[in-house]
């Protein structure tokens, strides 16, 4: 009795035809240029497009739901009289003021505790009690220690950021080869150099990845703070524009933030292309 020839590869399984080729539905492959700028633009055309669709056929209250024209004079409107541009500005320092001492902070302890079990075995327990808490709770506590000016309104972002970034940042660091680091010591090198040439290098995309997704809690966190008696700010604008009806300012200050936000991101990538091209190349 003959046998089939057993198959080579794991192709032979599959059939031809219930597999087409198709440049959109590349699984784990780049597709043209041409085609990611289409799909980019598409993502902000289309929804745009509906929206302008709903509220120029559909019988909706533009106290509800705007449209993209009344959206456009609210803004030109609060352009006009600079109040949009302090309350930018306000929003821009107190997450640029949190963040950054958030990230100064969060990055080394984080590769200290990624790099030294001892470290992570005293800190990680507190640091994973502190990341359930929600930084809203701390509200009443920063304003009875801190008062109302702009110290709470920092800490809270503070607060948000620097618990989840070091925990994002130890992962990172748990996961270097140690083939590597035992490279270095044969080398001659000692921890330092294992920490400072090796281990930092290796994880800094991951940092930037961590900082990357961390920027759009402390976003988030500033609409909360400056609920806590602020004069300025894009938070304050929704709010004060919410408890008036005033929608199509609502939408101006989600917007504005939104660009704000997606601005952020793309200049992270591009550090993360300019200053990791190594990583970059292996992705």
């Excluded at 035809?17 to 633009?41: D, N, Y």
């Excluded at 080394?108 to 507190?126: H, N």
């Excluded at 400072?196 to 402390?218: F, K, M």
Aim: glycine share 8%; aromatic share 12%; with cysteine.
């Amino acid at each position: 009795m003959s046998q089939s020839p057993a198959p080579n590869s794991i192709q032979s399984y599959i059939k031809p035809s219930t597999m087409k080729p198709t440049v959109f539905w590349r699984l784990a492959e780049e597709i043209p240029q041409s085609l990611h700028i289409g799909l980019t633009i598409a993502s902000i055309a289309v929804p745009l497009f509906i929206w302008w669709a709903v509220t120029a056929f559909g019988n909706i209250d533009p106290k509800f739901l705007p449209s993209p024209a009344d959206v456009a004079k609210a803004f030109g409107r609060l352009w006009g009289t600079r109040e949009l541009l302090k309350d930018t500005v306000a929003s821009l320092w107190r997450v640029g003021v949190g963040f950054l001492l958030a990230a100064a902070f969060s990055i080394p302890v984080g590769v200290l505790m990624g790099s030294f079990p001892s470290i992570r075995a005293f800190l990680e327990p507190l640091f994973g009690l502190m990341r359930y808490m929600p930084a809203p709770a701390f509200i009443p506590l920063l304003i009875l220690y801190l008062g109302i000016g702009e110290a709470p309104k920092i800490m809270l972002i503070f607060i948000g950021v620097f618990f989840f970034n070091s925990l994002m940042v130890m992962d990172t660091v748990k996961f270097v080869p140690k083939d590597l680091i035992e490279a270095t010591y044969m080398l001659g090198g000692n921890r330092l150099a294992a920490l400072t040439q090796v281990i930092v290098p290796h994880v800094l995309p991951g940092i930037l990845d961590a900082c990357r997704i961390n920027l759009a809690a402390a976003w988030q966190l500033v609409i909360v703070s400056e609920l806590i008696a602020a004069t300025e700010g894009l938070g304050r604008r929704i709010s004060v524009a919410g408890r008036f009806l005033k929608t199509d300012e609502i939408f101006v200050g989600l917007i504005v933030i939104g660009v704000i936000g997606l601005s952020f991101d793309l200049l992270f990538q591009y550090l993360l292309r300019v200053s990791c091209q190594w990583s970059s190349q292996k992705r």
